[in-house]
């Protein structure tokens, strides 16, 4: 098997080409230090600022109010964490989701062992976070909102400007973990109220290792990082100057053309949705039948369990993921499909598969084929299979 | 996470599975929410004691159908004396090895081989040998809840 399919475009991208191009220089010729004085040194700082420019252009920010980190976990935990300590004297109240991301939910639950108080939202069937609840559990005591622009397992996208209208209202800080949408949702925070906004480079053609986080100016936020004065005393660190210059082209690409891309993405993610619910038996979409990523198609086989899906689907050149227990190294399925409502046995049988540009509908269809014959396959072996056929006679 | 490649031969060609439909034993261990199920049918053969045909149906990851595959590969035609010398750890090594993380699909199959075996004698009504483990399946899932 030569051939492979890459749709895991949730998990990571490839670099384009173009990316790495303009990435290169910045490591040999160009490796000067940005904080440097002389000729090197100026010569990155400049290839900093353009990109940094080009992320706040698309998504409507000053290029003043952004500021690179290591990845978007860095952003995610500095945004929270950071408002949390910067607003103690004031509160000690956050309000996040049951569905967030870890480095959200985790750096909550550690906030929690340090007196903060955290409320933890429960969502719909589809995924999606009430704005109503968000402005029911604000009290004198909230310091920080925090809601993802759209999940990564269920590619449920959330009412964030309902919800940044709650905040904005209340006059409480607004984070959203926007690491999923950047270049399939249209973001302006110029005309939304978000405080402050997660991103991350590898999610959208660029390279691993590089994040930003949005910072409204105006915003109080405790650094993370403690160092040198890079990033205006915000995030210390000597700047990976060719991962900043990837991520710059890489978010210019991406949101060049939103629309074309999303068009794109959803006529190859509805053909695989349909295909697959009306050739495979008992299996039914996970998340919003339409307010979901373009990218993203979450799936639950019932009886049967994910890893042996997407082992499967390995051997046939197939890259897809699951939100069985078995592949994330814990006992727990994943915490979104539990949230959603889904049993333990539903949630274990989940495939999630993410389109990019380079898929086909060639792609669309060699996938389902060999998806109905792995999960009549597995089928055969599972006595919750067994169990239910006896049943139904 | 790298599975050996006589795990990956197993859970692509797992051996002994499907029903046995007089089975002298039939066992189930784990539940849904530590996300695997092992199913063991046996043929035991009553004068000499000889697991003489063993079946399996399993719900879970890839390690697990390859531990089950392997598990009744290695009692399949041996006496219940054998049978239950079979340790989760002689399971695994005859895999060449488990991920840590899946160490815990070893301990279904031989839970799953006593809970077959437990069938049995309840069936005919004998007292079970000592060295039989009462468990009710996931025993393993359970010691890393607790953890």
New interface residues.
Partial sequence: MDKRIYVDHSATTPVLPQVLEKMLPYFTENFGNASSIYSEGRDAKRAIEAAREKVAKAIGADASEIFFTGCGTEADNWAVRGTAYANRAKGNHIITSSVEHHAVLHTCQSLEKEGFEVTYLPVDEFGRVSPDDVKAAITDKTILITIMFANNEIGTIMPIEKIAKVAEDAGVPFHTDAVQAIGLVPIDVSKVNISMLSMSAHKFGGPKGIGALYVKKGTKLNNFMNGGAQERNKRAGTENTPAIVGMGEAIEIATADIEGKAKKLSALRDAYIEKVLSKIPYSHLNGHPTERLASNANISFEFIEGEGMLLSLDMKGIAASSGSACTSGSLDPSHVLLAIGLKHEEAHGSLRVTFGEENTMEDVDYIVDNLAVIVERLRSMSPLYEEFVKNAK | ?L?SEKV?DH??N?RN?G?IEDASGVG?VGN????????MYMKINDDTGVIEDVKF?????????ATSSMATEMIKGKTIDEALKVTNLAVAEALDGLPP??M?CSNLAQEAIHATLSDYYAKKGIEPPEGLLQCDGCCG?DK??AE
């Fill in positions: 996470m599975y990956m859970f692509t797992p599975v029903e189930q849904p929410k530590c996300g695997d199920i092992m199913k149906k399993t719900f879970g990851c890839g390690a697990a159908i993380i899946k815990h899932c890393e809840d």
